[in-house]
């Protein structure tokens, strides 16, 4: 075996946005997930990292990491 290639993405999901909004965020990284799996990518791990104001400290949304892996050609 050759080894391993690795990959990692990030979604940003604000608490502002609706409802309709986050919908749709999440439908087009689910969208994004399938175009990675369809390219052998497997995703192995992911991390949530609240987002929070610079001046009020509060969550203002939260970033997702998404780890991939895939074995080299």
């Given at each position: 075996?050759?080894?391993?290639?690795?990959?990692i993405?990030?979604?940003?999901?604000?608490?502002?946005?609706?409802?309709?909004?986050?919908?749709?965020?999440?439908?087009r990284?689910?969208?994004?997930?399938?175009?990675?799996?369809s390219?052998?990518w497997?995703?192995?791990?992911y991390e949530?990292?609240?987002?929070t104001?610079?001046?009020?400290?509060?969550?203002?949304?939260y970033a997702?990491?998404c780890f991939?892996?895939?074995?080299?050609?």
């Amino acid at each position: 075996m050759a080894g391993w290639e690795y990959k990692i993405s990030e979604l940003n999901i604000s608490e502002k946005w609706g409802s309709k909004r986050q919908a749709k965020e999440v439908e087009r990284f689910m969208e994004h997930l399938n175009e990675m799996g369809s390219d052998n990518w497997e995703m192995v791990s992911y991390e949530s990292i609240p987002l929070t104001g610079s001046f009020s400290g509060n969550v203002k949304g939260y970033a997702y990491l998404c780890f991939f892996k895939r074995p080299k050609a």
